[in-house]
T-cell receptor, first 112, second 112 residues
């Protein structure tokens, strides 16, 4: 069965610092991988997705993620954090492009 | 934003009562999904639909049923609500397999 592990339920960074949110997955087949962001009291918004076209995926708002098959990882990064990045981030995996399995989420706090 | 609405947005109900949540889309997308979001669990798939009258179970389907009589509407029913079904419920839509899922604003359900 697929599973997703997000290391760190809470991450705190200073404004302007690097953002690194970790995601490891288990999948028996080449997966589809996604990062979503959720702002308070809102639905989820897609940040980026990996579908085997390129290992480095660029998304919206300056975020990117790199698929590393050998490490079964899909970590999310942003070079310089902004206050508006404070939100909860979810990594998700699918092996058929249909049903998503989500991680537990990481709450990002950005300090001024 | 994808044209997805959920109703009601908030509901408080008593244990043992039936509850129906509605998801409505204006995108004419084929796939529709119901997830529940609970702290520490991320989002978990309850049921999904791949066409009118075509539905299937997800990871946490016990105690829930769904119906889809029209492309635009996907209903989630709790036949007899329990306190363990207190959660935030999200609907999502997707054009087809391998396409990203777009999420609605959510319904906060409290079962007392």
């Amino acid at each position: 069965a697929q599973s997703v592990t997000q290391l760190g339920s809470h991450v705190s960074v200073s404004e302007g610092a690097l953002v690194l949110l970790r995601c490891n997955y288990s999948s028996s087949v080449p997966p589809y991988l996604f990062w979503y962001v959720q702002y308070p009291n809102q639905g989820l918004q897609l940040l980026l997705k990996y579908t085997s076209a390129a290992t480095l995926v660029k998304g919206i708002n300056g975020f990117e993620a790199e698929f590393k098959k050998s490490e079964t990882s899909f970590h999310l990064t942003k070079p310089s954090a902004h206050m508006s990045d404070a939100a909860e981030y979810f990594c998700a995996v699918s092996d058929d492009g249909n049903k998503l399995v989500f991680g537990a989420g990481t709450i990002l706090r950005v300090k001024s | 934003d994808a044209g997805i609405t959920q109703s009601p947005r908030h509901k408080v109900t008593e244990t043992g009562t039936p509850v129906t949540l509605r998801c409505h889309q204006t995108e004419n997308h084929r796939y529709m999904y119901w997830y529940r979001q609970d702290p520490g669990h991320g989002l978990r798939l309850i049921h999904y639909s791949y066409g009118v009258k075509d539905t299937d179970k997800g990871e946490v389907s016990d105690g829930y049923s769904v119906s889809r009589s029209k492309t635009e509407d996907f209903l989630l029913t709790l036949e007899s609500a329990t306190s363990s079904q207190t959660s935030v419920y999200f609907c999502a839509i997707s054009r087809d397999l391998n396409y990203e899922q777009y999420f609605g604003p959510g319904t906060r359900l409290t079962v007392t």
